[in-house]
């Protein structure tokens, strides 16, 4: 799944949640673009989230999700 953030406070609470959820950098997603911290920010999760972290997903103004599953 890609998630793509558009503003730098999009970026800090997806990758809140993800922490939050114990999801490691580098193992289960990673974030990229290109100028880091500079949005556009992408993030690629290599796991099926929870339904409950699509949800707080979905509520964060200011991101796109691509190729959507939640588990």
């Known amino acids: ?23 490691r950098p ?4 990673h974030m990229d673009g290109p100028n880091l911290p500079e949005p556009p920010v992408s993030f690629s999760i290599h ?13 964060i103004p200011g991101i796109s999700i691509e190729r959507e599953h939640a588990a």
């Open 26 to 29: 580098g193992k289960e997603f």
């Open 47 to 59: 796991v099926n989230p929870l339904s409950q972290v699509m949800r707080r997903f979905r509520s």
């Open 1 to 23: 799944m890609q998630i793509e953030c558009t503003t730098t406070s999009a970026a800090s609470q997806v990758l809140w949640i993800l922490t939050e959820y114990q999801l």
